[in-house]
């Protein structure tokens, strides 16, 4: 399986956060990377800059998420991850599809 784009994670990400938790992003990326069924050789393809291609990508879809306001850090915490109620009820609309267009 080819890694997935930052936009393919955005709504895997925000379903898994749907239940509340306050995750740090760490843990975000091994869940997606376990939905994803990523092999350890792409969990370590890196990109040329150096850091891990699939962690990067669930960075950024965390970015885009935190800048539409669907999640957010908890008590200003770096690192770490929780969605908004604004999130919430983005996917009470059960979108197919979360990305930036």
Do not use: C
Not at 3 to 24: V, Y
């Amino acid at each position: 399986m080819a890694i997935p784009s930052f936009q393919d994670l955005m709504l895997p990400m925000l379903k898994l956060l749907a239940d509340g938790r306050e995750w740090k992003l760490a843990n975000v990326i091994e869940a997606l990377a376990t939905e994803f069924n990523l092999s350890p050789q792409e969990r370590r393809e890196k990109l040329e800059s150096g850091p891990p291609k699939f962690d990067n990508r669930v960075a950024w879809a965390h970015t885009y998420l935190k800048a539409a306001g669907l999640v957010e850090a908890p008590r200003g915490q770096r690192g770490v991850v929780k969605i908004t109620q604004h999130g919430r009820d983005v996917l009470a609309e059960n979108p197919e599809r979360i990305d930036i267009g």
